[in-house]
């Protein structure tokens, strides 16, 4: 049997999806899963209707079912497994019976890549324009704040405003998480449509669209992955010692065998401090030790100015 322990949010999730479920039908085995703990209420809800609207996604798949012996190979609270470079083939290769524990986030490329046939047909999903009339040279930009703008993993504004001087457009629309104030003001010269709602309809929004501008979000990764769009422009960010979180230093979602997938490369993180106004605006995306270290982390910042 495979379990997998789901965790992170959606996008998290959804890789998550593919690593279980490819290890299912290549064992034969059965697939039953544990949903995430970040925000359960919210997060669960959409995450199962994102997948009742795509093609082929159950959440449980019939199979030969082994409580023992446990195998922890996949499960990153164990051994020597960090999360993200799994050695999938091998771990299909070993048939023989166990419960397999699935738990990380396995957000790279060349784990994904021999099996993006299987995992476009899984998550086929229609398009909709949602009344806008979008055309082939409409351009949808995909901000992602919020939670981002905490960790220090946000993206400088500017590598839209420098793709955008070199591209152009009939209308341009945006969509994302975190679109604040900051935001608006700094996209107004544009006059952009802002389109917001559930993540399945700002999935079906962005796949109407033949030209995309992507931010470094796993969300983003999907909506360019399971697009037809000719044109996709990605961020490929800088590396930034002072920014050791896993997401900035172990995930490698470059589709370098796709020639419409453009890389921006060196993309700076921004550069601003986050604030109060940050943490509050995210804290639907965050873990409560993560909101308390974040006061503590601002209260003890501005206790060492006035020192």
């Not at 060196?266 to 965050?286: I, S």
Request: charged share 25%; glycine share 6%.
């Amino acid at each position: 049997m495979i379990h997998l322990q789901m965790n992170g949010f959606i996008a998290d999730n959804l890789f998550q999806y593919v690593v279980a479920r490819v290890l299912a039908e290549e064992l034969g085995f059965a697939l039953r899963v544990s949903h995430s703990r970040m925000h359960p209420q919210r997060n669960v809800p959409q995450l199962e209707a994102l997948l009742a609207a795509f093609a082929d996604a159950p959440l449980s798949l019939q199979g030969a079912v082994y409580e023992e012996p446990v195998d922890h190979a996949a499960h990153m609270d164990y051994g020597d497994f960090d999360g993200y470079d799994l050695d999938l083939a091998a771990l299909c290769d070993r048939r023989e019976p166990r419960r397999l524990e699935v738990k990380g986030y396995f957000q790279r490329y060349d784990l994904l890549r021999p099996y993006k046939a299987r995992m476009r047909s899984w998550f086929a999903l229609s398009s909709c324009d949602r009344g806008y009339a979008v055309g082939p040279d409409d351009l949808v930009v995909h901000i992602r704040r919020g939670d981002l703008l905490v960790f220090n993993l946000a993206l400088s504004l500017d590598y839209y405003r420098e793709l955008l001087k070199q591209l152009s457009w009939r209308r341009l629309y945006i969509v994302g998480c975190g679109l604040d104030g900051e935001v608006r003001r700094y996209f107004a010269r544009f006059e952009p449509v802002y389109v917001e709602g559930e993540p399945l309809q700002d999935l079906q929004f962005m796949l109407a669209f033949d030209r995309m501008i992507l931010s470094n979000s796993g969300f983003a990764w999907w909506a360019g992955f399971l697009s037809t769009a000719r044109e996709v422009h990605f961020p490929a960010m800088s590396r930034d010692s002072a920014r050791d979180h896993p997401k900035a230093t172990l995930v490698d979602l470059r589709i370098d065998d796709e020639s419409r997938f453009h890389y921006v490369e060196n993309v700076p993180y921004q550069e601003r401090a986050y604030t109060l106004a940050d943490v509050y605006r995210a804290r639907g995306q965050l873990r409560k030790q993560r909101v308390a270290g974040a006061v503590l982390a601002l209260l003890a910042r501005r206790l060492g100015r006035l020192r």
